[in-house]
T-cell receptor, first 111, second 113 residues
Framework: KNEVEQSPQNLTAQEGEFITINCSYSVGISALHWLQQHPGGGIVSLFMLSSGKKKHGRLIATINIQEKHSSLHITASHPRDSAVYICAVLNSGGSNYKLTFGKGTLLTVNP | EAQVTQNPRYLITVTGKKLTVTCSQNMNHEYMSWYRQDPGLGLRQIYYSMNVEVTDKGDVPEGYKVSRKEKRNFPLILESPSPNQTSLYFC????????????FGPGTRLTVT
């Protein structure tokens, strides 16, 4: 079983809809990243979380350490939000310099 | 401009022909890492480096070598490439550890025939 599970794998939405992407992990972590990868391959970092909630524009990321769960929300979604969203965790046990990734959620926002 | 660069961006090669993919960052970051991305498997870490002359294995290091002689450069070496190393490769850096924001290079698409 993968240490990091994302759901859903694929998500299609209409422009303007509220989007939620989930990430669950099975190990103790010291940090969790949300990444965005547009078609064409480039990866950008959206958030790094160790607790609580962060907001940047229309994007909100939350983490619940006790439940080992994080969510990425997109408000008022737009076609330019279409991308793969990837969750990655930094394990707090053993080597804490290795990142483990979820397999990603493909989001398509239709106009 | 702060950036991570990789070269080449695309490479087609043959089995057994040694190759090097270069990675360079201009942000004075201590941590650098290599990942490969494969359909259905997502991103997986190959090697990482905490600082000059300090490197360690990630989850899929077999068939790869790295070196960190200078802070800004972290080349990935495939001494005898095989078709199962056909993949999309990303280099990334962050200030001191992966608990900080990661800056990714543009990716290198490698095909080994």
């Amino acid at each position: 079983k993968n240490e990091v599970e994302q759901s859903p794998q694929n998500l299609t939405a209409q422009e303007g809809e509220f989007i939620t992407i989930n990430c669950s992990y099975s190990v103790g972590i010291s940090a969790l990243h949300w990444l965005q990868q547009h078609p064409g391959g480039g990866i950008v970092s959206l958030f790094m979380l160790s607790s609580g909630k962060k907001k940047h524009g229309r994007l909100i990321a939350t983490i619940n350490i006790q439940e080992k769960h994080s969510s990425l929300h997109i408000t008022a979604s737009h076609p330019r939000d279409s991308a793969v969203y990837i969750c990655a965790v930094l394990n707090s046990g053993g080597s804490n310099y290795k990142l483990t990734f979820g397999k990603g959620t493909l989001l398509t926002v239709n106009p | 401009e702060a950036q991570v660069t990789q070269n080449p961006r695309y490479l087609i090669t043959v089995t057994g022909k040694k190759l090097t993919v270069t990675c360079s960052q201009n942000m004075n970051h201590e941590y650098m890492s290599w990942y490969r991305q494969d359909p259905g498997l997502g991103l997986r870490q190959i090697y990482y480096s905490m600082n000059v002359e300090v490197t360690d294995k990630g989850d899929v290091p077999e068939g790869y070598k790295v070196s960190r002689k200078e802070k800004r450069n972290f080349p990935l070496i495939l001494e005898s490439p095989s078709p199962n190393q056909t993949s999309l490769y990303f280099c990334a850096s962050s200030p001191s550890s992966p608990s900080y924001e990661q800056y990714f290079g543009p990716g290198t698409r490698l095909t080994v025939t």
